[in-house]
């Protein structure tokens, strides 16, 4: 496991404010309108990152391309798997990292037509950075606000700069 980025608490704060537009309300609710956005924009793929999002999406029939989960929701509570997915792949993603592997495998899933369900053994977090930099323009990179809501990002060339900005801040690991 090669670990390409790690966070500064700098950009641990940074990365708290919204990336993209919130949805706020139950998950009812934020589903609905997630619907009714994307029956107007229509975006080319849909990329959720982060278990209960990801889990509403599919129950809402609202399934996307990728998804991008580690199994645990607020740190410490277990999340069955329940999706039935076309191929699914587990990386190692330390807590507060980018590895080389997590980044391979998005990079695959986004290239792929098919629905990839990417397993994160340690952290999914950071991964929203990547589905943002390596998703074509005008998807969907979806991700949950915990108590608040859903956050959509849709890309565009001003996302992925942002993205190699904060990449750019991050800590090389220490060999």
Same mark, same amino acid.
């Given at each position: ?26 998950? *009812? %609710?934020?589903?609905?309108?997630? =619907? @009714?956005? /994307? &029956? ?5 793929? +849909?990329?959720?990152? !982060? ?14 391309e990728l ?32 590895? *080389? %592997?997590?980044?391979?495998?998005? =990079? @695959?899933? /986004? &290239? ?5 369900? +990417?397993?994160?053994? !340690? ?52 060999r």
């Open positions: 496991m090669t670990i390409l980025y790690t966070i500064t608490p700098e950009l641990r704060t940074k990365l708290k404010e919204p990336f993209g537009r919130l949805i706020e309300g139950t998950p *009812q %609710e934020t589903m609905g309108k997630l =619907k @009714e956005v /994307l &029956e107007k924009e229509k975006p080319p793929k +849909i990329i959720s990152v !982060g278990d209960v999002v990801s889990r509403n999406l599919h129950k809402y029939n609202l399934h996307p998804t991008i989960m580690d199994n645990i929701s607020l740190r410490d509570q277990a999340m069955p798997q329940e999706e039935t997915v076309e191929k699914t792949v587990c990386v190692d993603n330390p807590q507060g990292t980018i590895t *080389q %592997e997590a980044i391979l495998a998005v =990079k @695959e899933a /986004l &290239e792929s037509d098919g629905h990839t369900h +990417i397993v994160v053994r !340690g952290e999914e977090d950071l991964l929203t950075l990547i589905a943002v930099l390596y998703a074509p323009e005008n998807a969907f990179v979806i991700y949950g606000q915990p108590y608040s809501g859903i956050e959509i990002v849709k890309i565009s060339s001003a996302k992925k700069a942002r993205v190699r900005e904060i990449q750019n801040a991050m800590n090389e690991p220490k």
